[in-house]
């Protein structure tokens, strides 16, 4: 991959980490500012699973954090764009729809297949 390409990916997945964790700071400082309480049950627990599907996006969010820092480093090692199944190039048009992924299409396709048996 070309050193521009890969300048490209760093800043991309620099910003979205950024934006990212600033969501997080505001989610949880809004969650330890709120102590609702609602004299009807069904209002509470309808807040409550509203809360709780809050925070199950925000796990998923936690671990594209981590993924966006696994892939930090392989630029950081060189080994970023590269598929671990194959060893071949990742396409840089599937990089810019799935900057983290560790797979090129063709091995990710044989993957989703063989999970569907």
Known sequence: MKKKELEYFRNLLISWRENLLKQA????AALKDREVHFSDPMDQASYEEAQNFLLRIKDRESRL???ID???LR????SYGICEMCEEEISVARLKARPVTTFCITCKTKMEA????
């Open 25 to 28: 700071d505001g989610t949880v």
């Open 65 to 67: 954090i981590k993924k």
């Open 70 to 72: 696994a892939a930090l």
């Open 75 to 78: 630029i950081k090692d060189g």
């Open 114 to 117: 063989a999970e569907k048996l």
